[in-house]
């Protein structure tokens, strides 16, 4: 079965050091891997996507992500967090094989909070 | 300004009543997604439409219902078969981003609140 896990529910970082949220996935096929963010009571904003070629992408707002497929594994990292990156982060894949359906497997969400 | 708009923000519903949420995109977009979002519970998928005239029920879709009678419009009815409404439900858009489709990245909007008194 298809899966995305964010094994923290949350993670806590200091202002100004690097971040990290993680997500590992299961998919038949090769995947492709997408970060969001939701800041409270608004909708997803697009980060980044992974679909081929170099394991690490940049995004919006700083944000990189870096594909592991022997650890089947899409982590969101930032070099220096700012308090305004505190949000609700969802990861989710769709397997290369899956055709024309475009719908997505979504993890649960990781909430970041970054400490002043 | 290209993008998904959803109405209303919020949306207050007595217990046995229907309630339409609206979901309109100018983005050209082939592809529209209903979600349901609950605390702790991520995105849950409520219907899809691939095409106009077409669509499809996701993992929850007992008591809602669904149109796609034109390219920009994806309105959703929840019913008062659904037993729990209060939610917070997402709409979102894809296509036309030149490669394959299974590539192409969902856009959302900004959600409606929906409470049940």
């Known amino acids: 079965a298809q899966s995305v896990a964010q094994p923290e529910d949350q993670v806590n970082v200091a202002e100004g050091n690097p971040l990290t949220v993680k997500c590992t996935y299961s998919?038949?096929?090769?995947?492709?891997l997408f970060w969001y963010v939701q800041y409270p009571n608004r909708g997803l904003q697009f980060l980044l996507k992974?679909?081929?070629?170099d394991n690490l992408v940049k995004g919006s707002y700083g944000f990189e992500a870096e594909f592991n497929k022997s650890q089947t594994s899409f982590h969101l990292k930032k070099p220096s967090a700012l308090v305004s990156d505190s949000a609700l982060y969802f990861c989710?894949?769709?397997?290369?094989?899956?055709?024309?359906?475009?719908?997505?497997?979504w993890g649960l969400g990781t909430s970041l909070a970054v400490n002043p | 300004d290209g993008g998904i708009t959803q109405s209303p923000k919020y949306l207050f519903r007595k217990e046995g009543q229907n309630v339409t949420l609206s979901c309109e995109q100018n983005?050209?977009?082939?592809?529209m997604y209903w979600y349901r979002q609950d605390p702790g519970q991520g995105l849950r998928l409520i219907y899809y439409?691939?095409?106009?005239?077409?669509?499809q029920k996701g993992d929850i879709a007992e008591g809602y219902s669904v149109s796609r009678e034109k390219k920009e419009s994806f309105p959703l009815t929840v019913t008062s078969a659904q037993k729990n409404p209060t939610a917070f439900y997402l709409c979102?858009?894809?296509?036309?981003?030149?490669?394959?489709?299974?590539?192409?990245?969902?856009?959302f909007g900004p959600g409606t609140r929906l409470t049940v008194l």
């Open positions: 998919v038949s096929g090769n995947p492709y």
């Open positions: 439409s691939q095409i106009v005239n077409d669509f």
């Open positions: 979102a858009s894809t296509g036309g981003e030149g490669g394959h489709p299974s590539t192409d990245t969902q856009y």
């Open positions: 983005l050209n977009h082939d592809a």
């Open positions: 989710a894949v769709r397997a290369s094989n899956a055709g024309n359906n475009r719908k997505l497997i």
């Open positions: 992974y679909i081929t070629g």
